[in-house]
């Protein structure tokens, strides 16, 4: 204890006396506590407490009901989630203990008498708007009860009390135009109502427009089975909730919640039960950030002391003159590591708190389905506060390691022992490196295990093999690290042979390898975690857009026409679809929603896209025979196109083959269409690409060409299959069979026409199988028909344009709804932006980072640049010397690490339940090419041109 207090006093005097370069390390130990922070808050808070998850269902309510089938004595739910829940069927789905003809009970049959029982319905209703209509969200029933506060929640004004009152929510107020005390008109039921208060649901975003009312304002009626009841006083325990689930009800229980039943109480396991799987998800992925952070943190701020070390090094000497030993001068540096990663855990702590709130704040959408509370995990963040000072004295170990071991009398001159760069480094960083390599192999191999059965996937073995990556990881860094110097000769003898800054920089580099070899392993470890990141989330993102494919362009418009009217299921399980309006009733509407469409949005392309259809729509079927009603004639996918996968197994491999990814929704013998028609300006139109000279030569030939280039064969050949009417049955030796884009369903075709034709190339992928010309169609005995309206313009269409043209159809269409003419806009697949947002964040963390290890670099060699001034360099050679060291230590760190931090991405994606790793390269190029060139002009700027030098200045 007698070392503790005058070490203790002199590392907090030596903070404060030099404090620009303790808030350097300072802030270089608050970057990453505060990334762990925020993490750690932000996941935290999407996890809802139980008491939370209760408030958010049930207000103040005991229980709520939903009645779901008529009753059922094999109804099983899920315990605290009752969206869960199964009963048993036979092989075509039907129930298999329900009482014929049977119907749905009432609350009022099957509860206790007198039970207080709250209905509450949602559903939809249409609104006029300023510019037109559009479909609102509706809770009917009293839902400003004061037991469902928590479940909804009255903002301003009051409750409805009458019919012809109603509450909205902010968003839907601000869309109509509307305050309290207007009124707004529905033309669906056709009501005018009071605005009387402002109301939201907890599980709506901020985006959602929903109205609050009476069950009488908008509705006369309701089924039992659209409501939801909710009961105030009646608590149901685990023998009531069994109960009611025999008689077709579902329970949301709050005794359910607070004492969950035992496992052998007869509910579902799945679900909301599995609280202990989230945590355990959240745990290993906190443990795994921590494990990297706290490696960041000791390179970060090693890399720091040691500038520090031999900036104080005078400083050091003088007290190791007066008497001190080698272990007050390391306990010293270590107190000085203490201090400042204690003040770093908290500042940065409290900023992770503080970037998650205003991160839910500004970005969250409102729902508590997305962020249910703000949960700070205090725990974790005490840990984050000794690890940050655990790591802050590790940091400066070695530092303090190696200033408690300097020849005191050559310090006091001011001098500084020459680097001895070792050989044997680098042979140590290679075993290291093949350390790292083994530790990743290890790794595969245990991510392999923990999901090869899927049905029991082993979460725990499943964490740990994710933390051992990050553990190879960091090894493989050290191993770089160990490397570094090696590197660094390399590249400096390359440099050497270059101008004057180039070659004086690569030099001062290479020679102050205590200063400069730590710097780099701080921001390349920072450069693979940001890799890591990007690769990860960039990777999913690319992939959704690979495989995203859609029925329209992204931007358009486009209003569907009714192709069947009634579908029909018997009591065997046997499907019926009937009743096909008749193809001038279609090409009527059509006509009249372009009429209407091109008045509305004028400068608007406006086209009716025709399909074929013929009477073979007419079928039933059910799982082994199909019977026809007409001959049916419908493109085939090549057998050596069809996917050999189970189409929805989504693997690696089912990624890696076209054949799945762009098959998926062609051709199918009872989506007729998927077959289009019209001319090659419709084809433009569809596609979003001018056809080629191939494809009209193609189409003014009579031949049509494919929208999806798997319908051809190596020969370039479509094929047309011919079923015949009546009853056929699947064939089992087909080389299809088990593909979603074959025509398996139908067995062998009893004829084919082929042709020798091109695919019409699209900006997107498309839903389609073919396009013919009208001549084609006819010529093959189809008939067309108008399928829809799609509206196309340049920077697509607003909600607000939406509502105008709904408005002016719903006056074109009395009985729009009823036939669903209302139009939507294609949003397309997500783009990248979310991605680049996140891109954005690391290189900022990177650059701040690259930053703060640069100044305390720069810091370390004023007495070179004293040096250089004394000679006579100009202060423009000064700034290049400046730019070619920033852009030497950053473009290694950088470019290695990005590399680097592909392993670990490429390791977590390798099972193949997993999706294939894509390489957002452009992302990683702003990683590795930007921050270096940032961080150079950065040197350039902050060099100063002028220097006042000493003539003592000495020459280490």
């Known amino acids: 204890m007698r070392l503790v207090a005058p070490t203790l006093r002199i590392a907090a005097r030596q903070v404060l006396r030099s404090w620009r ?36 269902q049930l207000g103040k309510m005991q229980a709520w009901i939903s009645v779901i089938s008529p009753p059922d004595t094999s109804l099983t739910q899920s315990a605290t989630d009752p969206s869960y829940y199964q009963f048993d069927t036979d092989e075509n789905g039907n129930p298999t203990h329900q009482a014929a003809n049977a119907t749905p009970v009432t609350p009022q049959q099957v509860l206790p008498q007198s039970t207080a029982v709250l209905p509450i319905s949602e559903s939809s209703a249409t609104i006029q708007t300023n510019d037109g209509i559009t479909k609102i969200n509706t809770t009917m029933g009293q839902s400003w009860d004061s037991n469902l506060v928590g479940r909804y929640l009255l903002a301003s004004g009051r409750a409805p009390t009458a019919d012809n009152e109603i509450a909205l929510s902010a968003h839907a107020l601000n869309r109509l135009g509307a305050n309290v005390g207007s009124t707004v008109a529905f033309t669906d039921p056709a009501k005018t109502l009071t605005v009387v208060g402002v109301m939201r649901s907890v599980t709506d975003t901020n985006d959602t427009d929903r109205a609050f009312g009476t069950t009488e304002a908008l509705t006369s009626s309701q089924s039992v089975t659209a409501l939801r009841y909710y009961l105030p006083d009646l608590a149901l325990g685990a023998t009531e909730v069994r109960a009611l689930n025999a008689k077709g009800i579902v329970v949301f229980s709050r005794e359910l919640m607070l004492n969950p039943p035992a496992a052998d109480a007869g509910f579902l396991t799945y679900g909301y039960d599995n609280t202990s799987y989230a945590a355990g998800s959240v745990a290993s992925l906190l443990l795994t950030i921590a494990v990297f952070m706290l490696f960041e943190v000791g390179l970060l701020a090693g890399a720091a002391f040691t500038v520090s070390a031999r900036t104080a090094q005078r400083e050091l000497a003088v007290v190791a003159s007066v008497g001190a030993t080698r272990r007050s001068l390391f306990t010293i540096i270590s107190w000085h590591g203490v201090v400042l990663g204690l003040v770093g855990g908290l500042v940065g702590s409290a900023l992770g708190i503080g970037i998650a709130f205003g991160g839910i704040s500004l970005f969250g959408n409102g729902s508590v389905d997305q962020f249910p509370g703000f949960h700070v995990p205090w725990l974790v963040l005490l840990g984050v506060v000794v690890f940050a000072a655990l790591a802050g004295w590790i940091a400066a170990a070695v530092p303090a390691w190696q200033a408690s071991r300097m020849d005191v009398v050559r310090a006091l001159r001011g001098a500084r022992k020459p680097h001895r760069p070792s050989r044997l480094l680098p042979i140590l960083g290679v075993l290291v490196l093949a350390v790292g390599v083994v530790l990743n192999l290890i790794s595969i191999r245990l991510l392999h295990e923990a999901t090869d059965d899927v049905k029991n996937f082993n979460q725990d073995l499943y964490s740990g093999a994710a933390i051992l990556t990050v553990v190879a990881t960091i090894v493989i860094i050290i191993g770089l690290v160990l490397g570094v110097p090696l590197i660094i000769d390399v590249l400096a003898r390359l440099i050497g042979r270059g101008a004057l800054a180039a070659r004086l920089g690569g030099r001062d580099v290479a020679r102050n390898r205590g200063r400069t070899v730590p710097i780099i392993a701080a921001i390349l470890a920072t450069a693979v975690g940001a890799s890591m990141v990007i690769t990860i989330i960039g990777s999913a993102d690319e992939l959704q857009r690979r495989t995203w494919s859609g029925s329209d362009l992204p931007g358009q418009m486009m209003v569907y026409l009714p192709l069947f009217s009634s579908s029909t299921i018997n009591g065997t399980g046997v499907q019926t679809i009937i009743g096909a309006p008749s193809s001038a009733q279609a090409e009527a509407d059509g006509k009249k929603i372009v009429e209407v469409a091109k008045r509305t949005l004028p400068g608007a392309d406006v086209r009716i896209v025709h399909s074929v259809t013929t009477d073979a729509f007419d079928f039933t079927s059910t799982d082994e025979l199909i019977t026809l009603a007409a001959p049916l004639s419908n493109p085939m996918v090549p057998a050596a196109n069809a996917c050999p996968l189970d189409p929805y197994a989504y693997t690696k491999a089912w990624y890696a083959d076209p054949r799945c990814v762009y098959g998926q929704g062609i051709g199918e013998p009872t989506n007729q269409q998927s077959m289009l028609v019209g001319t090659t300006d419709d084809l433009a139109t569809i596609t979003g690409i001018e056809p ?97 309206v799609i509206m196309t313009k340049a920077g697509g269409f ?80 000064r700034r290049r010397i400046a730019v070619w060291q920033a852009l030497f230590i950053t473009g290694i760190a950088c470019v290695t690490g990005v590399l680097v931090g592909l392993v670990p991405a490429y390791v977590l994606s390798s099972v193949d339940t997993q999706p294939p790793m894509v390489v957002p390269w452009n992302m990683l190029a702003a990683i590795a090419i930007g921050i270096p060139l940032v961080s150079a002009v950065g040197a350039f700027v902050f060099t100063r041109s002028r220097m006042q030098y000493r003539a003592g200045a000495s020459i280490a």
Not at 33 to 43: F, H, K, N, Q
Not at 698 to 717: C, F, I, M, Q, W
């Open 798 to 877: 607003t909600q607000t344009e939406s509502d105008k043209l709904w408005g002016a159809l719903r006056s074109a269409f009395p009985d729009a709804d009823q036939y669903s003419v209302w139009p939507s806009i294609q949003d397309g697949p997500s783009g990248p932006l979310g991605t680049w947002l996140i891109v954005g964040i690391a290189a900022l963390i990177g650059l701040v980072t690259t930053t703060i290890a640069l100044a305390l670099a720069r810091s370390d060699s004023k007495g070179d640049d004293a040096v250089l001034a004394s000679i006579g360099a100009t202060g423009a050679l």
């Open 692 to 788: 080629s000279v191939e494809v009209k030569a193609a189409l003014s030939a009579g031949k049509p060409v494919a929208l999806n280039p798997l319908l051809l064969d190596a020969d370039g050949t479509l094929t047309f299959g011919t079923w015949p009417e009546g009853r056929t049955q699947d064939d089992p030796d087909s080389s299809q069979q088990g593909t979603s884009q074959a025509p398996m369903s139908f067995g062998k075709p009893s004829s084919t026409k082929s042709w020798s034709t091109v695919a019409a190339t699209s900006t997107v992928r498309l839903n389609y199988a073919v396009f013919m010309t009208e001549e084609t169609a006819r010529s093959l005995g189809f008939g067309t028909y108008a399928t829809k």
């Open 21 to 56: 370069q303790s808030l350097l390390i300072a802030l270089l130990i608050v970057l990453p506590v505060a990334g762990m922070s925020t993490a750690a808050t932000l996941i935290t808070s999407t996890i809802a407490t139980t008491d939370e998850t209760i408030t958010h």
